[in-house]
């Protein structure tokens, strides 16, 4: 399978850092927060990344180069102008192929083991739901034996980790458009298949998030150098 990884956003809440530097490449723990995303894919066993970029974007390829850094291969899917999630996504399907591909979103952080997300036979999507952090309490969607729904009382916040087919944007045209809307019609035709991930995960949305992952990797690494 290969994997996507959402970088181009504008960053706008992680201002003034962001004028200067794209979001992804932001330093957490000595490298940038990309970085940690490919090495995560790359233990999980992914491959063929590809990576959407719009501001800025030309400072990721010079950091990130082919990938042969981190035993993957990079491709890139410039925007010339940021397309959203669901438009950056349809833009990239040239590249992505004809079978399930997974997304993740450059500005979280997670310790799932990505190697275990499939997609059923028939499903759109499979989403990795999380509880609902302090700033999302109304969370995204409710799930329900491992189906995912727009309604019921208990919802979930949607993590930005995702398995999609490709005939998920079948009616989609090239333009900047949302995911979510998507993703909702896909639920209606029960065609979205979900689970629950309780393990570490952050939406690095903020410079007081930013700080906070910050400080629990390092934690981590104390820990790991503690017990060997």
């Known amino acids: 399978m290969k994997a996507m990884i959402l970088a181009a956003g504008r960053g706008e809440r992680m201002r003034p850092m962001t004028d ?48 042969s850094a981190w035993g993957v291969e990079i491709r890139y899917s410039p925007e010339a102008v940021a397309l959203e999630t669901g438009g950056g996504i349809y833009h990239a399907l040239p590249l992505l192929g004809d079978e399930p591909f997974l997304v993740v979103n450059a500005d979280i952080w997670c310790d799932l083991d990505y190697s275990q997300l499939t997609l059923k036979q028939g499903d759109m999507a499979h989403l990795v739901l999380v509880p609902n952090p302090d700033h999302h309490q109304q969370g995204d969607f409710h799930l329900q034996q491992g189906r995912v729904s727009q309604g019921g009382e208990r919802r979930l916040t949607f993590s930005g980790i995702g398995v999609y087919h490709p005939r998920l944007f079948a009616s989609c045209s090239p333009s900047a458009f949302p995911l979510a809307p998507l993703l909702r019609d896909a639920m209606q035709r029960g065609l979205v298949s979900g689970e629950y991930f309780r393990g570490v995960w952050m939406d690095i949305g903020t410079p007081q998030r930013l700080s906070q992952l910050q400080q629990l990797i390092l934690q981590h690494a104390r820990g790991a150098s503690n017990e060997s």
């Open 20 to 67: 200067k530097l794209p979001k992804p490449l932001l330093p957490v723990a000595g490298k940038p927060l990309i970085v940690h995303h490919i090495e995560r894919l790359a233990e999980a066993g992914y491959r063929e990344l590809i990576i959407n970029h719009a501001h800025l974007g030309e400072m990721i390829e010079s950091e990130l180069g082919d990938g």
